[in-house]
């Protein structure tokens, strides 16, 4: 299966994720997650990367399509692959288009996860991740089991004043994506705003 999740940040699409790619047995390839990794290891896409992604911007265009790019050539994504988090602009949707054309892999299904706006806020905020088993918790509406309660983190761009302008972001530059791939026919919509359980099964009858 080759499908990419789109959606305002915070609908949940690195949860629903990492959920599919074990049903499906793919890859999950999420570009926020390789642009963190590269700050972590403080390579110079890292230090390229950091600023931008702290003001809560996109990383350039290039830059993106050149990473995933290579990470689709990789052996594990020749049977399919899960895209969270890339394309966020029609010209990475164009480029995407063109590099799986190539390769006569053309994208199967988009899965677009809508949330509303004001739900998002609250969602991002109270977002923290456990960073040994990558699970992803909520204060309030999924919390941290107490023996992972002291390390769960919170990512530097999930404050609130961040969050409004990735928002902002998402509605200027990735939102045109929705028209983009509703026009090939391949767009499906997802209701996001349940329990991370309901979604899932929302997104296999969608998929179906
Ligand atoms: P995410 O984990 O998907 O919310 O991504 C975190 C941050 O990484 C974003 O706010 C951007 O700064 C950067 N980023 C991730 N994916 C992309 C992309 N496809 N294009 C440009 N920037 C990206």
Redesign the pocket.
């Known amino acids: 299966m080759r499908m990419i999740f789109i959606g305002p ?1 915070g609908a949940g699409k ?1 949860t629903q994720a990492a959920r599919l790619v074990e049903r499906f047995q793919i890859p999950h390839i ?4 390789m ?1 963190r990794a590269a700050v972590q290891a403080g390579t110079p896409l890292g230090l390229e ?1 950091k600023a ?2 702290d003001a ?4 350039g265009d290039d830059v ?1 399509i050149g990473l995933v790019r290579e990470r689709l050539v990789e052996p594990d994504a020749a049977g399919g692959f899960m895209l ?6 029609i010209l ?1 949707a164009e480029s995407l288009e063109r590099i799986l054309g190539e390769a006569e892999r053309p994208l199967q299904a988009v899965l677009l996860l809508e949330v509303p706006d004001e739900v998002i806020v609250q969602r991002i905020v109270g977002r923290r991740q456990d960073p040994v088993t990558k699970e992803i918790y909520h204060l309030e509406f999924n919390p941290p089991p107490a023996e992972v309660a002291d390390r769960v983190v919170q990512r530097s ?1 999930d404050t609130e004043e961040k969050c409004m302008e ?1 928002l902002s972001v998402y509605h200027a530059q990735t939102a045109p994506l929705v028209p983009f791939y509703e026009s090939r026919g391949v767009l499906r919509r997802v209701d996001g705003l349940a329990r991370p359980d309901d979604v899932t099964q929302r997104i296999v009858a969608a998929l179906s």
């Open positions: 940040p690195g999420s570009t926020g997650d642009f990367a931008i992604m809560g911007g996109l990383v993106t969270d988090g890339f394309p966020r602009t990475q761009d990735r």
